[in-house]
């Protein structure tokens, strides 16, 4: 409710219960708090929310601003496709706009290798996204392994993908190096 007020919102965010899968939610659709790591609306003033400590916050629109989305995208849910469900919502002749926000950075996100395993099983080419840290530990880029998915779906724009909430400690909450709950959230909408 203060955030409603601060930022003189529209409405009530559609507060999604992430589970770092891939469910998409229609703002529309849904009831309160959908299970779902993205929320995707065509109508004006409803408000599209994600939160994240560590995991990529992607908002996305059409250079018409007919169609908007928010999406949760930890390795999990970028691994399970969340990033291609949701933009598969979008009208295909009218081009995306996606900010990448911030995000544990490719040195500071440490994965073991069934992380990198579950990536290119699906996709080989992944492996541009990992770089080796010590044995059997990889450090996981999530702003390229997100523009790989975003690329087939030829966006006109994409803006972000170079803060890191793990050693930006002035600017970001990170779970990885606070080692408490919290959050960020990220939001969007169309105005009517």
């Keep these: ?8 919102l529209p409405a009530t965010p559609l507060w999604l ?32 929310a994600v939160l994240t400590a560590d995991c990529l916050p992607l908002l996305v629109t059409t250079r018409s601003g007919d169609a908007v989305a928010a999406i949760h995208a930890g390795w999990r849910g970028l691994a399970a496709g969340v990033i291609e469900a949701t933009l598969a919502h979008f009208p295909p002749n ?27 099983r699906r996709d080989p080419g992944d492996r541009v996204a990992f770089a080796p840290s010590r044995p059997g530990h990889w450090w996981a880029d999530l702003y390229t392994l997100a523009r790989r998915r975003i690329a087939p779906f030829r ?11 793990y ?7 990170s779970y990885r190096r606070e080692g408490r709950c919290g959050r960020m959230v990220s939001l969007i909408w169309r105005e009517g």
């Design 1 to 8: 409710q203060r955030l409603a007020r601060h930022l003189a």
């Design 17 to 48: 219960q992430q589970h770092h899968g891939c469910s998409v939610a229609r703002a529309a659709e849904n009831g309160l708090n959908p299970h779902a790591d993205a929320c995707y609306s065509e109508t004006p003033g409803e408000v599209c």
């Design 94 to 120: 009218d081009p995306l706009l996606i900010w990448l926000g911030p995000a544990i950075g490719p040195t500071a996100f440490e994965v073991g290798e069934e992380v990198r395993e579950a990536f290119l």
């Design 155 to 165: 966006p006109a724009c994409i803006v972000g993908g170079e803060r890191c909430t």
């Design 167 to 173: 050693r930006e400690s002035e600017h970001f909450f």
